[in-house]
């Protein structure tokens, strides 16, 4: 689960990690009471106003922006808040903004240049080990720093059972070129950060950019927090945070209902039991010369009650030309599942796209006939291959 960035820096604040300050608005006025806010608390004149999406590079699509007044602030947040902002990291049609985040100005004008570094922490796989990484190029797209200069990334990996170590936080210090205050803290900054990775069950973070004021401040400007779902469990305060309104809506139905679902571009409905076979059935579409339209898992009870909300779900995609249901009954017989498609077949009554059904394993001869004689513009195939072509010869 990603959180938006004012939700990260919040989160990171929480565990002593030095941010841009900032306040989140829904709207123009909020957006002009929240600066008005930010310059009784911290000072500032200037404000930055960053549209709050789950998508990195808004900066290059228009969606930071800086205001040096409070009259900027009501125009730029009224531009933001209600635009699809489109950014190197989203489709063409964009992401709609909701609400900005209204930031305090920390690129103190007429100063020297502001220091710049990219940071990150992650999990290591191939050591079992999370690890910093990080680079004097902040900033910029760390995959461009990765192709041109990779001499200028570093890591540092971490050692479960002791955590960070101080060495380790001054060595990053170093690489990064600082001294004197700046120095001290940088490492303080990593250690923190660090330490909320952990506490928080993150999978990712990322700060691009990591700040030095002219005044020999580390702070983040930007935070991309991922949390591992799978620990969700432990911070009911964190999944509190999630904002379905930055997911897709079919994924977001089919996840309530116990489907594992994405959506595709494609004209191939898939229904299938099992990841794997789910993977081989969109690799023989695609191979047939056809499109999957969704990854599709139903589990491992696919019952009539379940077959029918996967159809719905399916059937959501405007683009779904043909459905394609390939189950294997191992632990459930393939006459239970057949007759569960035909039920939900009848209770929908509308379907007007044609279906394949192979099913394969127990029971699977009952399964055909029970199918081949249900009278529904349902076809049967028993091989993978027929299956596919007679998808082919639907959509052709
Ligand atoms: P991203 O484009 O989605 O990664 O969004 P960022 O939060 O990284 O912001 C994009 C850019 O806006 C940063 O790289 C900074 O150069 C700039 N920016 C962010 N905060 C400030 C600020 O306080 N003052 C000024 N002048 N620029 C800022
Ligand atoms: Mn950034």
């Known amino acids: 689960m990603n959180l938006h960035e004012y939700q990260g820096k919040e989160l990171l604040n929480s565990f002593g990690v030095r ?11 909020e957006a002009v009471a929240a600066a008005k806010k930010l310059t009784e608390d911290t000072g500032t004149g200037w404000h930055v106003i960053k549209a709050q999406v789950h998508a990195g590079g808004r900066g290059k ?5 800086l205001a040096k007044n409070l009259d900027d602030v009501k125009t730029i947040a009224g531009q933001i808040i209600g635009m699809d902002l489109v950014t190197p990291q989203t489709s063409a049609e964009g992401k709609r903004v909701h609400q900005v985040l209204v930031a305090e100005d920390v690129y103190y004008p007429g100063d020297s240049e502001p220091e710049e570094y990219y940071m990150s922490v992650l999990l290591n796989r191939s050591t079992g080990r ?4 990080y680079s004097t190029e902040g900033g910029m797209d760390i995959e461009t720093v990765a192709e041109e200069t990779p001499h200028l990334i ?16 001054r060595k990053v210090a170093f690489n990064l070129g600082l001294s004197g ?3 001290k803290d940088m490492t303080k900054f ?3 950060l660090y330490t909320a990775y952990v506490k928080s069950d993150s999978s990712l973070f990322e700060i691009n950019p990591v700040l030095k004021t002219s005044d020999d401040k580390i702070m983040a400007v930007d935070a991309k927090v991922s949390l591992d779902d799978n620990a969700l469990f432990r911070h009911k305060d964190l999944a509190e945070l999630r904002d379905l ?14 489907l594992n679902y994405v959506d595709l571009d494609g004209n191939v409905g898939c229904m299938v039991n099992g990841a794997g076979l789910a993977m081989a059935t969109m690799d023989l579409i695609k191979q047939a010369g056809g499109e999957p339209a969704n990854f599709l898992d139903v589990g491992g009870t696919a019952d009539a009650a379940r077959v029918e909300a996967a159809f719905k779900i399916i059937l959501k995609d405007p683009a779904v030309k043909a459905i394609l249901i390939n189950i294997f009954g191992g632990i459930v017989r393939c006459d239970r599942v057949a007759q569960g498609v035909i039920d939900a077949y009848k209770n929908m009554g509308n379907i007007e796209v044609p279906i394949i059904v192979r099913l394969q394993g127990t029971n699977a001869d009952i399964a055909k006939e029970l199918i081949d004689n249900s009278g529904l513009d349902v076809q049967s195939a028993v091989e993978f291959q027929e299956a596919a072509d007679k998808v082919q010869a639907v959509l052709a």
């Open 19 to 29: 941010i841009q300050r900032g306040i989140v608005a829904q709207n123009a006025d």
């Open 61 to 65: 699509g228009g969606g930071v922006k």
């Open 130 to 133: 999370n690890m910093i990484m």
């Open 154 to 169: 570093f890591t540092e990996e971490i050692d479960p059972a002791t955590g960070i170590l101080p060495f380790q936080a």
């Open 181 to 183: 205050a700046a120095f």
């Open 190 to 192: 990593v250690t923190a």
């Open 245 to 258: 309104r930055e997911e897709n809506p079919i994924e977001v139905e089919a996840g309530a209902l116990g």
